[in-house]
């Protein structure tokens, strides 16, 4: 839905459905609930997710244009797409696979070209459009030297200016203006705000510049300035909390470089301050316990008295509970952002809070997905019917941003 010059909805990862056909089902099982709750009287946006086979599914004429039939039908829209993840998402081991293929490969080209061809096919008239995607590869998967993880840099980055070429030429064409969006996350070859400067200005903006000189024969200033529209960043609130970086301090340093946000992802991980006592330090570890699962990577940064420890998996900080040096856990888990307190445990919500406040004093994006598709790994007693808890996440949002 549209806010001031924004555009608000949730990702739909957080239904099942790795096919169109079962995608689609979900879509229409709940989304007219949620815009009934939300928005009923103006349109209403989605934040759509495709696997791979959906995309190649979609791509087909017929099941296209059903899908636009129904958009109109519905009074909605989309506006933005969650191309990170490639393959199946539910009811199967996700973790590190997420990553899979990760820019290194044609087939995340491919993927994620063919996407920006259905957002061009679906968006609005004069309405911009993005897509985020993944921070270029898993970083524990090339740890053997520094050569190796240079090397993956470059050909990610070189892959990743196929898209690049391809969103300028749909644009000037007459086309929608869209942008690809990176992903920061914890142990991706980009996890912070630093490392997005330092890769934009170190592989993408020298390896851009004369490939795009060459193809439309802009100059330097102009094929930099078609770099940072077309890739910006997407920050997810998460995974920012999860490397302890203030909202205040990521958009102030994105402002200083004069780099671009294109979607802001709001999301909320889990986190506490781990107690001296052990009899207080084992209850904390046990709320944890709780949330550790077999699908999804549960990344834990834990601030410590003399810096941060990363650990890839919940099970990996479990198991070094002892480590008195450990102050506080943040651990990956997107859960509803809602809700600020778990028991003895408490998620980033304040760092949404903030986030959505410096929105309304300087609006800083376009485009606002909450993204909450742990779902179906909740705990039990944290489950609500699902249309039911994404609407009380929109509403919540919608109070945060004053609307």
Same mark, same amino acid.
Request: aromatic share 10%; glycine share 4%.
């Given at each position: 839905?549209?806010?001031?010059?924004?555009?608000?909805?949730?990702?739909?990862?957080?239904?099942?459905?790795?096919? *169109?056909?079962?995608?689609?089902?979900?879509?229409?099982?709940?989304?007219?609930?949620?815009?009934?709750?939300?928005?009923?009287?103006?349109?209403?946006?989605?934040?759509?997710?495709?696997?791979?086979?959906?995309?190649?599914?979609?791509?087909?004429?017929?099941?296209?244009?059903?899908?636009?039939?129904?958009? /109109?039908?519905?009074?909605?829209?989309?506006?933005?797409?969650?191309?990170?993840?490639?393959?199946?998402?539910?009811?199967?081991?996700?973790?590190?696979?997420?990553?899979?293929?990760? *820019?290194?490969?044609?087939?995340?080209?491919?993927?994620?070209?063919?996407?920006?061809?259905?957002?061009?096919?679906?968006?609005?008239?004069?309405?911009?459009?993005?897509?985020?995607?993944?921070?270029?590869?898993?970083? =524990?998967?090339?740890?053997?030297?520094?050569?190796?993880?240079?090397?993956?840099?470059?050909?990610?980055?070189?892959?990743?200016?196929?898209?690049?070429?391809?969103?300028?030429?749909?644009?000037? +064409?007459?086309?929608?203006?869209?942008?690809?969006?990176?992903?920061?996350?914890?142990?991706?070859?980009?996890?912070? +705000?630093?490392?997005?400067?330092? *890769?934009?200005?170190?592989?993408?903006?020298?390896?851009?510049?004369?490939?795009?000189?060459?193809?439309?024969?802009?100059?330097?200033?102009?094929?930099?300035?078609?770099?940072?529209?077309?890739?910006?960043?997407?920050?997810?609130?998460?995974?920012?909390?999860?490397?302890?970086? +203030?909202?205040?301090?990521?958009?102030?340093?994105?402002?200083?470089?004069?780099?671009?946000?294109?979607?802001?992802?709001?999301?909320?991980?889990?986190?506490?301050?781990?107690?001296?006592?052990?009899?207080?330090?084992?209850?904390?570890?046990?709320?944890?316990?709780?949330?550790?699962?077999?699908?999804?990577?549960?990344?834990?940064?834990?601030?410590?008295?003399?810096?941060?420890?990363?650990?890839?998996? =919940?099970?990996?900080?479990?198991?070094?509970?002892?480590?008195?040096?450990?102050?506080?856990?943040?651990?990956?888990?997107?859960?509803?952002?809602?809700?600020?307190?778990?028991?003895?445990?408490?998620?980033?919500?304040?760092?949404?809070?903030?986030?959505? /406040? =410096? /929105?309304?004093?300087?609006?800083?994006?376009?485009?606002?997905?909450?993204?909450?598709?742990? *779902?179906?790994?909740?705990?039990?007693?944290?489950?609500?019917?699902?249309?039911?808890?994404? +609407?009380?996440?929109?509403?919540?949002?919608?109070?945060? =941003?004053?609307?």
């Amino acid at each position: 839905m549209q806010i001031a010059e924004s555009h608000l909805t949730y990702c739909t990862n957080i239904h099942p459905g790795e096919n *169109w056909a079962a995608h689609f089902q979900q879509l229409q099982q709940h989304i007219p609930a949620i815009k009934a709750s939300i928005s009923p009287d103006k349109p209403f946006g989605i934040g759509l997710r495709l696997s791979n086979t959906a995309s190649l599914e979609l791509s087909k004429e017929p099941a296209l244009n059903a899908f636009k039939a129904w958009l /109109q039908e519905q009074n909605c829209y989309v506006f933005t797409m969650n191309g990170f993840p490639y393959g199946g998402f539910h009811h199967t081991r996700v973790k590190d696979q997420v990553h899979t293929p990760d *820019w290194t490969t044609t087939e995340r080209v491919d993927y994620t070209m063919r996407l920006f061809r259905l957002l061009a096919a679906l968006l609005p008239e004069g309405m911009e459009g993005g897509i985020s995607t993944a921070p270029l590869s898993y970083k =524990l998967w090339h740890v053997r030297c520094e050569t190796e993880k240079e090397a993956v840099m470059e050909n990610a980055t070189l892959n990743m200016l196929q898209v690049v070429q391809q969103l300028v030429s749909i644009h000037r +064409s007459g086309g929608p203006f869209m942008h690809l969006d990176i992903e920061p996350e914890p142990d991706g070859m980009l996890e912070n +705000s630093q490392e997005y400067i330092r *890769w934009f200005f170190d592989y993408l903006l020298p390896a851009a510049i004369p490939m795009l000189k060459d193809k439309f024969g802009f100059t330097d200033e102009e094929a930099a300035e078609k770099v940072k529209v077309h890739i910006q960043l997407c920050y997810d609130v998460c995974h920012f909390a999860l490397v302890y970086e +203030s909202p205040a301090a990521v958009l102030e340093t994105m402002r200083q470089y004069g780099l671009r946000i294109g979607k802001l992802q709001i999301s909320a991980a889990l986190k506490a301050i781990l107690p001296e006592s052990t009899i207080d330090r084992e209850a904390v570890i046990n709320s944890f316990r709780t949330f550790n699962e077999p699908t999804y990577l549960h990344q834990v940064i834990a601030r410590t008295t003399t810096g941060y420890l990363h650990y890839p998996d =919940l099970p990996e900080a479990i198991s070094d509970a002892d480590n008195i040096t450990v102050k506080e856990w943040r651990s990956h888990f997107h859960v509803p952002v809602f809700i600020d307190h778990y028991g003895l445990l408490s998620s980033t919500q304040t760092d949404i809070r903030e986030v959505l /406040q =410096l /929105q309304v004093k300087e609006p800083f994006t376009r485009h606002l997905e909450i993204e909450t598709y742990t *779902w179906d790994v909740l705990p039990a007693d944290l489950k609500l019917p699902m249309s039911q808890s994404v +609407s009380r996440e929109l509403g919540w949002v919608l109070q945060q =941003l004053e609307y």
